[in-house]
């Protein structure tokens, strides 16, 4: 039986309140247009500069005894990478707006206004000031307007242009901080301050005109964003509130990784030590883009992904030369795309590709035999990069049973399409599986709380004999290839015992109302995707309530500015830090994937619909709709509006051209109280608490009352 699940608040406003967001966070104001200048703003409105880690930061801020006191930051619009931070001293508040603008006459420039109101007194006089903290020196530059920073000495480069002068420079231990001329604001008469920073190498006078008008800048970039759409095509959504909010806002971060690189157009994983290509996180970015509608860029990506297939037939990336899952998830992905597209000429045309691929993978059986471990004797793969959690070249599991998911995905294709020539994969397949369920038996163990569980380590690694309790393995520790290869693998039934040792082990560490301890921190903290991937597992076992849980749990764990850091302590922990990219574009992928699925949800020949809706979705009596949606079936537009106050719910269907799916499956109950009442314009029936619609009708209407 299925653990409880939390008891949310009634409506999404309640249970989405950012409760367990990260402390510290950063997020870009960048262009989606790839803009290679990645610029990150923290939690305190600073700038952070430098990749792979930020390591020069320049923070806005006023003089004084106390430190800075975030109130909050927002931003100006979901989708508007405007963004406000809001400080305060015990007799001022502080604003600071930034933003990036890109004007044709100036290039691209980081911006920031610092406002300053008096509190409790009707005046004050307040001292700005620049912190910077960097590798390299910083001067103020010897000129009549005593205006400008310059890098080094003198003759540096131009790194700050500001609307007040520059007093002087001293250090405050750490760094230099850069006094700004005074001045004394009222309630009524703001301090003001604006500094720009060239992102280029543009001279003073390329970028003096904007100095005195911020304003003027500020709404040329509104109007920038007004114009920005998440979507593309024929492709729509409409969600309540805060979930359209979290969609259009992280369909702009996920655009915002867009970059120029090797003189292709590409998408990265995240801003800094994840400004690259990772297969995997390729994977679902190139999914949730296909959800948003940007089918053409979708495809590029996959046929770059294909084109850099090395001779040996493997793919690598991010993740190194002994991530061989990473050949499997490619697989897997062209086999993903060839179906939302509905177009099997890419497929077809990689056949050769194919092949090297099920054949590099093939001769990692025989490198497993030539290591002389369990794997060898298993049939399983070489030794490899777990990843997720479990660091080096180990005996593992998670690179055998992503390739599985990968072959699977190939096998059931070739038997669908009746393809030939595939008689090698098919065979690596079922030889591959045979083993792989062999030493699953052989490997697992029993949990404290009485169920069985497929751990992703051997028992021959030594780290199952540590000494120390704290240094074994964790049980729940880089399961989440397990997780991918149950879904959207499919690769175990519900009730297999692998399946349910899984859920039962990621509800077994529950925390902050999502599964912790999963990834790199091992104690004390918790990896955000991993909420996202049981969402979908439950979303697939027919879970609602256990899907709701998680999904709620990983955007409750987002900054207020709508993204993910990557891994994050739990509050209160004395033994973690923070681990990996922010803004984490893997997760801001997941949010896209899980808002679609909810709504649609494809298991191998069937459609289920409204699988994730409940009263939470319900609860602020508004439509929910996608429009034009790409799914193996065809394109699927469904709008759910509410009627009779919200006392009844009334869903109109319809399916583009494509293959019929087998079944297509509507609940029986809409939330706690609306009960289905009919269909119209196609056949019907209740079978099994669940109902039937006729998979052939194109289009129809369902109501719930």
């Known amino acids: 039986m299925a653990a409880r699940a939390d008891v949310f608040s009634h409506d999404l406003n309640s249970a989405i309140d950012f409760r367990y967001a990260p402390l510290q966070w950063q997020s870009c104001i960048c262009f989606t247009d790839y803009d290679s200048q990645k610029t990150l703003v923290g939690e305190n409105g600073e700038f952070r500069y430098g990749h792979p880690e930020p390591n020069e930061i320049l923070q806005l801020t006023v003089l004084g005894m106390e430190q800075d006191q975030i109130v909050r930051q927002w931003l100006d619009a979901p989708g508007v990478p405007i963004i406000h931070t809001r400080l305060e001293r015990a007799q001022a508040e502080?604003?600071?707006?930034?933003?990036?603008?890109?004007?044709?006459?100036?290039?691209?420039?980081?911006?920031?206004?610092?406002?300053?109101?008096?509190?409790?007194?009707?005046?004050l006089v307040v001292g700005p000031a620049l912190a910077f903290y960097s590798r390299r020196d910083a001067v103020i530059l010897d000129c009549p307007e005593r205006n400008r920073l310059v890098a080094g000495d003198q003759k540096g480069?131009?790194?700050?242009?500001?609307?007040?002068?520059?007093?002087?420079?001293?250090?405050?231990?750490?760094?230099?901080?850069?006094?700004?001329?005074?001045g004394e604001p009222t309630a009524d008469a703001p301090l003001w301050c604006f500094l720009r920073l060239p992102c280029e190498g543009q001279a003073y006078e390329k970028i003096a005109a904007g100095l005195q008008d911020p304003w003027g800048l500020l709404a040329e970039v509104r109007a920038h964003w007004k114009k920005w759409s998440p979507v593309e095509g024929s492709v729509s959504w409409r969600l309540p509130q805060p979930l359209?909010?979290?969609?259009?806002?992280?369909a702009c971060s996920i655009f915002q990784m867009r970059e120029k690189k090797n003189g292709k157009l590409t998408l990265q994983a995240g801003p800094?030590?994840?400004?690259?290509?990772?297969?995997?996180?390729?994977?679902?970015?190139?999914?949730?883009?296909?959800?948003?509608?940007?089918?053409?860029?979708?495809?590029?990506?996959?046929?770059?992904?294909?084109?850099?297939?090395?001779a040996s037939?493997?793919?690598?990336?991010?993740?190194?030369?002994?991530?061989?899952?990473?050949?499997?998830i490619a697989i897997f992905s062209l086999i993903r795309h060839a179906e939302l597209a509905g177009d099997w000429t890419f497929f077809d045309k990689m056949k050769p590709g194919v092949l090297r691929a099920v054949k590099f993978l093939e001769g990692l059986r025989a490198k497993a035999v030539a290591e002389g471990s369990s794997l060898g004797r298993y049939g399983l793969l070489a030794k490899g990069f777990c990843d997720g959690g479990i660091d080096g070249i180990r005996p593992e599991l998670t690179n055998t049973v992503w390739v599985l998911a990968g072959l699977k995905a190939l096998a059931d294709i070739v038997e669908r399409r009746k393809l030939e020539g595939y008689g090698d994969a098919l065979r690596l397949?079922?030889?591959?599986?045979?083993?792989?369920?062999?030493a699953a038996l052989a490997e697992k163990r029993r949990h404290p709380n009485g169920f069985d569980y497929?751990?992703?380590?051997?028992?021959?690694?030594?780290?199952?004999?540590?000494?120390?309790?704290?240094?074994?393995?964790?049980?729940?520790?880089?399961?989440?290839?397990?997780?991918?290869?149950?879904?959207?693998?499919?690769?175990?039934?519900?009730?297999?015992?692998?399946?349910?040792?899984?859920?039962?082990?990621?509800?077994?560490?529950?925390?902050?109302?999502?599964?912790?301890?999963?990834?790199?921190i091992q104690?004390?903290?918790?990896?955000?995707?991993?909420?996202?991937?049981?969402?979908?597992?439950?979303?697939?076992?027919?879970e609602p309530d256990l899907a709701r849980r998680n999904f709620v749990g990983f955007l409750n764990h987002a900054a207020p500015v709508y993204v993910w850091r990557e891994e994050q302590p739990l509050r209160n922990s004395v033994s973690a830090r923070q681990q990996g990219d922010m803004p984490h574009i893997s997760a801001t992928s997941e949010l896209v994937r899980y808002l679609r699925h909810m709504l649609a949800l494809e298991v191998d020949t069937e459609l289920r619909l409204l699988q994730g809706i409940g009263d939470l979705e319900l609860s602020a009596g508004e439509p929910l709709q996608i429009a034009a949606s790409p799914t193996r079936f065809g394109r699927v537009s469904m709008t759910l509006t509410p009627e009779s106050g919200a006392r009844a719910w009334r869903l109109r269907f319809e399916r583009g051209r494509g293959p019929s799916p087998s079944s297509v499956e509507l609940p029986l109950l809409l939330g706690a109280k609306c009960k289905f009442d009919a269909v119209e314009g196609a056949p019907s029936k209740v079978e099994n608490g669940r109902v039937q619609v006729s998979p052939d009708a194109a289009a129809w209407t369902a109501v719930w009352r």
Request: proline residues 7%; charged residues 20%.
């Open 429 to 438: 397949y079922r030889k591959l599986r045979q083993a792989f369920l062999a």
């Open 157 to 182: 480069q131009l790194m700050v242009a500001s609307s007040r002068p520059f007093v002087s420079r001293f250090p405050n231990g750490k760094g230099w901080m850069f006094r700004i001329r005074p």
């Open 454 to 520: 497929l751990p992703m380590l051997l028992k021959e690694d030594p780290q199952w004999q540590a000494q120390e309790p704290w240094a074994l393995p964790r049980p729940q520790g880089a399961q989440w290839s397990l997780s991918h290869a149950i879904f959207p693998g499919l690769l175990f039934d519900p009730e297999h015992w692998i399946t349910r040792g899984h859920n039962a082990l990621m509800q077994s560490c529950v925390r902050e109302q999502v599964p912790a301890e999963t990834g790199w």
């Open 94 to 123: 502080m604003e600071l707006i930034s933003f990036a603008t890109n004007r044709p006459d100036e290039g691209r420039v980081d911006n920031v206004i610092l406002r300053v109101t008096p509190k409790l007194v009707p005046s």
């Open 523 to 542: 104690h004390g903290g918790l990896w955000n995707n991993q909420a996202a991937f049981q969402a979908e597992i439950h979303l697939w076992l027919r």
């Open 272 to 310: 800094t030590v994840y400004r690259g290509f990772w297969v995997l996180d390729g994977h679902w970015m190139m999914e949730a883009i296909r959800y948003l509608g940007f089918d053409n860029e979708a495809q590029r990506l996959l046929e770059d992904e294909w084109a850099g297939q090395e």
């Open 313 to 328: 037939g493997g793919f690598f990336a991010g993740a190194g030369r002994e991530h061989w899952k990473d050949t499997g």
């Open 244 to 250: 359209q909010d979290f969609l259009t806002a992280g």
